[in-house]
């Protein structure tokens, strides 16, 4: 099976580097290689460390790098470990990391990976199906629904959380709900009649979402990759994230804030980049998209740079 892979923000991404002729990269999201491939692309000096957890989507990327050899080094595992994995592969030290938190057009195409409330396919939406840890289904089908709005309101923002919850209850009363197919349904019918009429986008959308990062903890693994990423970053180094909704922009901000104010760098860009109308329009995924940057390098904090409550040393 084929995937249209479109890297986002990629220019933007590349233009905020700014990094040494002999730069270390960790590509945290591999994914399919589309940001590894540019990377060592751009310099025949640079180096791309690669982590993904996805077995799939890293032998793609495997085989679509090959022809860039020893520059280019795959590590199976989660960017919430990215530390740990480095230092197992003897890099102590790099000077940029990337992290793309969109979910690959291969994972929502493939309707047997459960992601994609478009495609029917056992409810599942575990990016490591083999790490053990709860599917979509045995969350749906398991718990109460009071904690199942409590994932559809935090995680997704769905307005109609308790009346879909409720919906999803009174189903697996009748039978277990183990089809992303079998979801929808469910969830239409929690969703008010003249609101169904009225919706621009697909009903199940943000419950998908809600879902699938609840089966990842994916704002877990972003809070924890994030201080993994700083801590393996030489400094003049730079993290640079790529967000897709608002739960996640605000973690990466509210960070890039405290370090900041800490003395331990800068966000740079100052302010998040955003996609042009050409992009969107070339790729819609790229829509939510935002791009912020820190930039590693000791300074006084906030507190200790003022004399006094309003002056500056």
């Known amino acids: 099976m084929g995937f249209e892979h479109i890297p986002v923000l990629l220019t933007k991404v590349i233009e905020c580097m700014d990094l040494k002729a002999d730069a270390l990269i960790v590509d945290g999201t591999l994914g399919l290689g589309g940001y590894s491939e540019a990377f060592l692309k751009r310099s025949s000096r640079w180096r791309v460390v690669g982590i993904d957890r996805d077995e799939q989507a890293r032998d793609i990327a495997c085989r679509r790098l090959a022809p860039f050899g020893e520059r280019f080094l795959a590590l199976d595992g989660d960017f919430r470990n990215m530390k740990e994995l480095c230092v197992s592969a003897g890099i102590c ?6 992290l793309d938190l969109g979910v690959s057009n291969m994972q929502l195409a493939d309707g047997r990976r459960g992601f994609s409330f478009r495609e029917d396919g056992p409810l599942d939406m575990r990016m490591d199906p083999a790490a053990g840890t709860l599917s979509a289904a045995e969350l749906v ?8 709005t409590d994932i559809f309101r935090k995680y997704g923002e769905e307005r109609f959380a308790w009346s879909i919850a409720g919906e999803i209850v009174k189903e697996r009363l009748k039978r277990p709900i183990t089809t992303t197919a079998g979801l929808v349904e469910v969830i239409r019918r929690g969703i008010p009649a003249p609101v169904m009429r009225k919706m621009n986008g697909h009903p199940a959308r943000k419950v998908f979402q809600a879902l699938r990062i609840a089966v990842n903890d994916e704002l877990g693994a972003l809070e924890q990759g994030l201080n993994e990423a700083f801590s393996l970053l030489a400094q003049g180094g730079r993290l640079l994230v790529v967000t897709y909704h608002s739960l996640e922009d605000r973690i990466v901000k509210r960070r890039f804030k405290e370090w900041s104010e800490e003395g331990k760098g800068v966000p740079e860009p100052r302010k998040g980049q955003v996609p042009d109308d050409e992009e969107i329009e070339r790729n819609p995924k790229s829509r939510s998209a935002r791009l912020r940057g820190f930039f590693k390098k000791d300074m006084p904090s906030k507190a200790e740079g003022r004399i006094g409550p309003w002056r500056k040393v």
Do not use: H, Y
Not at 93 to 98: H, I, M, S
Not at 141 to 148: K, Q, V
């Open 141 to 148: 089908n398991g718990i109460s629904r009071e904690a199942l």
């Open 93 to 98: 030290t790099v000077d940029c990391v990337v």
